[in-house]
């Protein structure tokens, strides 16, 4: 590079001021990820370049091929601080950070199959990401954050639970579910049915959606009833209550699928953008 003013040694101390502006872009690419960042964060952070990440792969000790999951938690700080725990009884703790007032936990996955832990510690919303190897840590979390958003917080320390309870949720599961994470929630909040959901849950509470969406993947009303432990005419009730608001009956075919859509659709809602 050519200087024409200023010299001396000024034109040197910026000369050195640019070397260094040169390394550090080299080092860690235009993604805007900074030299002071954690080594999980640039790891999980898809934006992250590949140098960027490489540098946090071996700042956390991980070869390209290791593999390791993403938990999401969030509750009251001593109960997720003992969820941490647990789960470092189960699989070593890489490393943890914190975003948006959410734990995100780093682990090396023992094997590919999920995570049996004996119980979530009551009013601790968790979930966890499907297991990848190092070098797709950002798939790790996004994964994570998308079952975080189905994830309610748990109703008890100890499991088992039930699927409608919606307690430590495994995002390799959500299959194509997860491309409704992808919607604005202007998007959602349109839907005709939705809105009714919404106001089911606004006059009489969010209990009736939980009844809806045990019917909705169960084969019978007393199946649903016996899920979450009311008594059948319950459910029926108010099966028959949201089919006065919905507009249709939902023994027609496919609406009890798409009731369930709609109730996952609501969730996203309510969660106003997720982790």
């Avoid at 109960?79 to 647990?86: E, H, K, P």
């Avoid at 975080?148 to 699927?163: C, E, K, T, V």
């Amino acid at each position: 590079m050519w200087v024409d003013s200023p010299t001396g040694s000024l034109a040197a101390h910026f000369l050195d001021r640019l070397a260094l502006t040169v390394t550090v872009v080299e080092r860690w690419g235009i993604s805007g990820a900074s030299a002071i960042s954690p080594p999980i964060e640039l790891l999980l952070d898809p934006s992250s370049s590949e140098i960027a990440q490489g540098w946090a792969r071996k700042q956390l000790g991980l070869t390209n091929g290791a593999l390791v999951r993403v938990a999401i938690c969030s509750g009251q700080a001593d109960r997720v601080d003992g969820f941490v725990a647990m789960l470092g009884d189960v699989e070593r703790v890489i490393s943890r950070t914190t975003r948006r007032d959410k734990t995100v936990v780093l682990l090396a996955a023992a094997d590919t199959g999920p995570v049996a832990i004996p119980g979530v510690p009551t009013g601790v919303r968790a979930a966890h990401g499907r297991v990848v190897e190092a070098e797709h840590a950002p798939t790790a979390y996004l994964t994570a954050r998308d079952a975080y958003r189905f994830a309610r917080p748990s109703p008890h320390d100890r499991g088992p639970y039930q699927p409608v309870a919606g307690v430590w949720l495994d995002g390799g599961r959500l299959s194509g579910l997860a491309a409704l994470c992808r919607l604005d929630r202007t998007d959602i909040e349109i839907v005709p049915d939705v809105k009714a959901l919404g106001r089911l849950a606004e006059q009489h509470g969010e209990h009736v959606l939980q009844m809806l969406e045990a019917y909705a993947t169960t084969d019978s009303l007393r199946k649903a009833a016996a899920q979450i432990h009311v008594h059948h005419n319950s459910v029926t009730y108010w099966v028959q209550k949201a089919e006065s608001e919905l507009g249709y009956s939902l023994t027609e075919p496919y609406r009890r699928a798409q009731l369930f859509i709609c109730l996952c659709l609501y969730r996203l809602w309510k969660d106003d953008g997720g982790e």
